[in-house]
């Protein structure tokens, strides 16, 4: 075997967004030597990418809002689909991570009288997301990184090593995780992105923390790090990934010019005060408000626009639905020859705010168009789109500890599934990273105290790991940009925002093909610094994802949240109550897609919803279990 290089920890965090980084802040509180990996640049996370806030109900701008109306936004938000008890302790936690943010060195924006601000978003009751202008996510992970070396310093002070209980290894990919006999977590195997050289790292406890999927589109506005790796390294681990039919296609993109088609355009735009029209200059989103939501929403203009002043005397803008309906009703219109000329339908903000108060509020979207459009957002609409923006679907997680079904594995963040339900709203990834961040670095930290022995990885598993990374290297085989090229436009044009069963069919048996060809790409060239190579191991894990997104979505035959069906239109409460689970053999072939339970929510927290709502959800079976628990 070649020379690999090897370390040993107590815990290893794959991934250093934000998710990454509170995991092993937290483990290294609790007094455990921790390792963080992650395949780009250390700080440049896709957390960094997040714009619009960090949803907590800490009511610093309208006291009314609680922990309970944030939960109850979440659900009604995932059509409850979502796993209540994670969206319990995600609203409970939230305010608090928020704060401990802020102690650690966060500059939040400031109301008037000093305390955090907080922005109005889709799908929020009240204004909730705490933010830094248009660039919350890079003053999180500014924040949580000063933090890192903050405990770094500490440890030099004591170890005389400021490496001795945090240490980063910045470009390593990780591309598999090495079980013992009996089947719990004992390292971790990847490769260093600039030299090629290979790396091992021995612990019986591993934090998923790797992001999302969506570079398996072509339109979206990830980066090339979101290959869906850590959701691949789960399942191939023998771990199950939950609703992964689930996938949000936000519904503002940059869709001119094509270069930078897909690039997010916040929803802080329409928090703020802009407005969606159509080619015909009329303000459609009023045409497509869903019967769930018809109270809760503005249903003429002049209410919509009373509304930023005076929320708690009109009803919200039907440009702050959930961004599942937004992207649906602006697909409906660009079909109905009512788009933009580069496909798209208008966001206005030029005519709503003045030019200095847009400058002010949403400067990274001020200059973004600028730069990569010649667009003045203060004088002109932009043109936006759907684009594949996030996936609710992951890892299957214990809600209190981030533990999945491998003994020492965990997962928090994008990777890791439940939380979200059939579709997340904005700002509650960002909260959502911080809580279960903080709690799966907290699992790795219980399960370890509790091992009596600590897990050895076989040598056999090791020399496999090797082999399989060095494998493209080996073979002059196809390009590998091919493959993956056909894979984004698969996924997009048959599994994308609006679906039907022979279109899945077909995607299914491309994907399966490609698969056979994805045996056979190959890297010319060494393994000093080459993206052919770390492309050719990507794509086992964008298509193992892509088959479960593909499977998942033909076998729930109903609309719900991120999941529309052209052939099964309607959202149905027997479909509501049936999780979908994938798992795969470790060779990744066999995926398959199980059935399970949805389990009842507790009767303290359903309680919080009225009758006549759940009604709209529930089945009559649920309803039964409803009145008797508000007997
Ligand atoms: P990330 O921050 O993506 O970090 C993933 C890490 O895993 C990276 O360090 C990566 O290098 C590493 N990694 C991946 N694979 C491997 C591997 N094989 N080996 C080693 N390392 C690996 N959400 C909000 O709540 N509010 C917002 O305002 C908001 N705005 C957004 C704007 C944009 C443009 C985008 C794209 C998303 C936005 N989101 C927002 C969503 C949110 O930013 C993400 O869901 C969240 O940041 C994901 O964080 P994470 O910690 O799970 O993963």
């Not at 996938?247 to 329409?270: A, Y």
Request: proline share 4%; aromatic share 6%.
């Amino acid at each position: 075997m070649m020379d690999i290089e090897r370390h040993e920890f107590d815990v290893v965090v794959i991934g250093a967004g934000g998710a990454g980084l509170r995991a092993a802040i937290e483990a290294r509180q609790q007094g455990k030597k921790t390792a963080i990996v992650c395949k780009s640049l250390f700080g440049k996370a896709h957390t960094v990418m997040a714009e619009g806030g960090a949803a907590a109900a800490m009511g610093n701008v309208n006291p009314a809002d609680n922990w309970q109306v944030h939960f109850r936004d979440t659900m009604r938000g995932g059509k409850f689909l979502n796993n209540w008890r994670m969206a319990e302790l995600h609203a409970k936690e939230a305010p608090d991570r928020v704060w401990e943010l802020e102690a650690w060195g966060a500059l939040f924006d400031r109301t008037k009288d000093g305390k955090i601000s907080q922005r109005n978003f889709g799908g929020h009751e009240y204004p909730r997301l705490a933010h830094v202008g248009d660039r919350t996510g890079l003053e999180m992970i500014r924040t949580l990184q000063q933090r890192v070396v903050a405990l770094q310093q500490e440890d030099y002070a004591v170890h005389g090593d400021y490496e001795a209980y945090i240490k980063v290894f910045a470009e390593c990919t990780i591309t598999r995780l090495l079980k013992d006999d009996e089947g719990a977590i004992a390292g971790a195997f990847g490769y260093r992105r600039e030299t090629g050289r290979l790396l091992r790292i021995d612990t019986p406890a591993v934090v998923l923390a790797t992001g999302g999927i969506g570079k398996s589109y072509v339109v979206t506005s990830n980066s090339w790090e979101y290959t869906g790796d850590g959701h691949a390294l789960a399942l191939l681990a023998g771990a199950k990934l939950i609703n992964m039919e689930f996938i949000q296609f936000h519904p503002t993109g940059m869709v001119w010019p094509p270069s930078v088609r897909g690039i997010l355009v916040t929803e802080s735009v329409r928090g703020d005060g802009g407005v969606l029209r159509n080619s015909e200059g009329k303000r459609f989103m009023f045409d497509y408000i869903p019967e769930v939501f018809k109270d809760k929403y503005a249903t003429t203009e002049e209410e919509a626009d009373r509304w930023y002043t005076d929320q708690a005397g009109n009803r919200r803008p039907p440009e702050l639905l959930p961004r599942d309906e937004v992207a649906r009703a602006i697909n409906s219109e660009v079909k109905a020859g009512r788009g933009s000329p580069q496909g798209g339908v208008f966001l206005d903000v030029s005519s709503r705010l003045p030019a200095e108060e847009i400058r002010r509020r949403l400067p990274s979207m001020h200059h973004q168009f600028k730069e990569l459009a010649d667009v003045d957002i203060t004088a002109e609409p932009m043109q936006v789109g759907p684009t594949c923006h996030y996936v609710m679907g992951g890892v299957e997680v214990d809600a209190d500890t981030a533990a999945a079904s491998v003994p020492g594995l965990f997962a928090a963040g994008e990777v890791s599934g439940g939380m979200h339900g059939s579709n997340r709203l904005g700002g509650n990834s960002l909260s959502d990273l911080l809580v279960f961040g903080r709690r799966a670095g907290a699992g790795a930290a219980a399960y370890i105290d509790g091992l009596e022995r600590r897990p050895v990885a076989p040598e056999d598993a090791v020399a496999a790991a090797q082999a399989e990374v060095l494998a493209p290297l080996e073979r002059p085989g196809e390009n590998p940009y091919e493959v993956h090229h056909e894979l984004q436009r698969t996924m997009n044009e048959l599994v994308g925002i609006i679906r039907k069963a022979g279109e899945m069919t077909e995607a299914l048996s491309a994907v399966e093909k490609l698969r056979e060809r994805a045996k056979g790409v190959g890297a010319a060239g060494s393994r000093i610094y080459n993206p052919g190579w770390h492309l050719c191991l990507d794509l086992r894990n964008m298509l193992l994802v892509s088959e479960c997104v593909a499977r998942a979505a033909l076998a729930r035959q109903e609309s719900r949240g991120g999941h529309t069906r052209d052939d099964y239109p309607d959202m149905t409460p027997e479909w509501r109550r049936r999780l979908l689970v994938c798992s795969a053999a470790p060779d990744g072939t066999a995926v398959n897609v199980q059935e399970q339970p949805q389990p009842s929510m507790r009767a303290d927290l359903i309680t919080l919803f009225e009758r006549g709502e759940l009604s709209k959800y529930l089945t009559d079976e649920e309803m039964a279990e409803y009145d008797l628990a508000v007997k």
